[in-house]
């Protein structure tokens, strides 16, 4: 069985800054893209930023310049680099990865992390 499992979430101050992390454990033979995603109360979730594991990334426009993306394939984790931090930033912080196990290729997702930046 596959599990996502972050860390790092808070309370911040608009204009501080916070890292996220996310490992990845279980019967893994391989771990294809990983990313995070946010969902803010009463909207969608949406894509924050992703990185395949050739290093492709891809980020919301609303965080560009601001996060950073990156993981470590040897320890099976990604990260979430978060700076000049805004209350529109709020949200509860999911890990996604697509990864190979023995049951095939398959979506997973951590179970989040909340994110809340103050004015």
């Known amino acids: 069985q596959v599990q996502l499992v972050e860390s790092g979430g808070g309370l911040v101050q608009a204009g501080g800054s916070l890292q996220l992390s996310c490992a990845a454990s279980?019967?893994?033979?391989?771990?294809?893209?990983m990313g995070w995603y946010r969902q803010a109360p009463g909207k969608q979730r949406e894509l924050v930023a992703r990185?395949?594991?050739?290093?492709?990334?891809n980020y919301a426009d609303s965080v560009k310049g601001r996060f950073t993306i990156s993981r470590d394939n040897a320890k099976n984790t990604v990260y979430l680099q978060m700076i000049s931090l805004k209350p529109e930033d709020t949200a509860l912080y999911f890990c996604?990865?697509?990864?190979?196990?023995?049951?095939?290729?398959?979506?997973?997702w951590g179970q989040g992390t909340q994110v809340t930046v103050s004015s």
């Open positions: 279980g019967s893994i033979e391989s771990i294809n893209s």
């Open positions: 990185i395949t594991n050739g290093g492709s990334i």
């Open positions: 996604w990865s697509t990864i190979l196990s023995r049951q095939g290729f398959a979506d997973y």
